[in-house]
Nanobody, 128 residues
Framework: QVQLVESGGGLVQAGDSLRLSCTASGRTFSNYPVAWFRQAPEKEREFAAGISGSGGNTYYADSVKGRFTISLDNAKNTVYLQMNSLKPEDTAIYYC?????????????????????WGQGTQVTVSS
């Protein structure tokens, strides 16, 4: 059984930074694609950023490209999402997820259906 736990969310002002963490138990992150999704009120859950299982290729939604950075610390079995220059439209619940069906894949799926395990989410609120 895989458990993912996110942390690091909070209330910040526009232009501020936050770093989200996602720690796994029951499965190591290395060699599996991991992604951050986010869901704003009354909107669909959407892909924000992902890191591949093969060697650290990273992918970003256009809306966060240049502001967010996803990274993996294998020693801590933790994936981070560094979020800079936050905007009010970044307000959402942020979820991490692992794709256990794409071992050593060099790519990352942007589809929610590809991810079998999800964390409980952490709220990020950006005020203007």
């Amino acid at each position: 059984q895989v458990q993912l736990v996110e942390s690091g969310g909070g209330l910040v002002q526009a232009g501020d930074s936050l770093r989200l963490s996602c720690t796994a138990s029951g499965r190591t992150f290395s060699n599996y694609p991991v992604a951050w999704f986010r869901q704003a009120p009354e909107k669909e859950r959407e892909f924000a950023a992902g890191i591949s299982g093969s060697g650290g290729n990273t992918y970003y939604a256009d809306s966060v490209k240049g502001r967010f950075t996803i990274s993996l610390d294998n020693a801590k079995n933790t994936v981070y999402l560094q979020m800079n220059s936050l905007k009010p439209e970044d307000t959402a619940i942020y979820y991490c997820a692992i794709d256990v069906n794409r071992h050593l894949s060099s790519s990352v799926s942007v589809s929610r259906g590809a991810y079998e395990y999800w964390g409980q989410g952490t709220q990020v609120t950006v005020s203007s």
